[in-house]
């Protein structure tokens, strides 16, 4: 499938100079998203993965479905104060500044096989901060996986050499 012609490019959106990757043209065309999360399924039916961990919010897009067809559990990493019960949260760097990322202090269990899920890869400073957050809680990480990677910006740099799949590549 083309999964590029259900990608829409918005110039000059958050600011300025950025080009903007709008995956709801993807969302909205069924046999897309379903190709989507069959090929993320397919590319990590090996990995041994006990639960999934997708940062909010395009994150869960694809990780809580890709949970449920893997038949594992999924591991919601929020912005704080938006998760219910005690967390663990990670201050990393970003290009711009910094961010910190939640999750429930009982989500992971020492031991637990986790693959990271997100829409996309740009310059790697989200998806750092959740192996970090994970790592720092008992998880151990089989894969990295999006949906589309900017190659122009190295984020593959932050996996630290974690193998990583994705499905289109710009």
């Known amino acids: 499938m083309d999964l590029r012609s259900c990608i829409r490019d918005i110039p000059d959106y958050p600011k300025e100079g950025i080009v903007f990757f709008d995956i709801t043209p993807l969302l909205s065309n069924p046999a897309a998203f379903r190709y989507t999360v069959d ?5 990590f039916s090996d990995c041994g993965a006990t639960k999934i961990a997708a940062a909010e919010a395009r994150g869960f897009l694809f990780g809580a479905p890709l949970a449920y067809k893997m038949g594992i559990g999924f591991v919601p990493v929020r912005k704080p104060g938006k998760l219910p019960y005690q967390t663990a949260q990670v201050t990393y760097d970003l290009e711009y500044g910094t961010d910190t990322l939640c999750m429930h202090v009982d989500a ?3 031991g637990d096989k986790v693959l990271v899920i997100d829409d996309l890869l740009a310059t790697g400073g989200t998806v750092g901060g ?3 957050l994970l790592k720092n809680n008992g ?3 089989v894969g990295i996986g999006f949906v589309i990677e900017l190659g122009f910006l190295d984020g593959t740099a932050k996996l630290q050499g974690i193998p990583h799949e994705y499905l289109l590549k710009l």
Do not use: Y
């Open 39 to 43: 090929a993320l399924a397919e590319r």
């Open 130 to 132: 959740m192996l970090q």
């Open 108 to 110: 992971i269990e020492k």
């Open 139 to 141: 998880g151990d990480i």
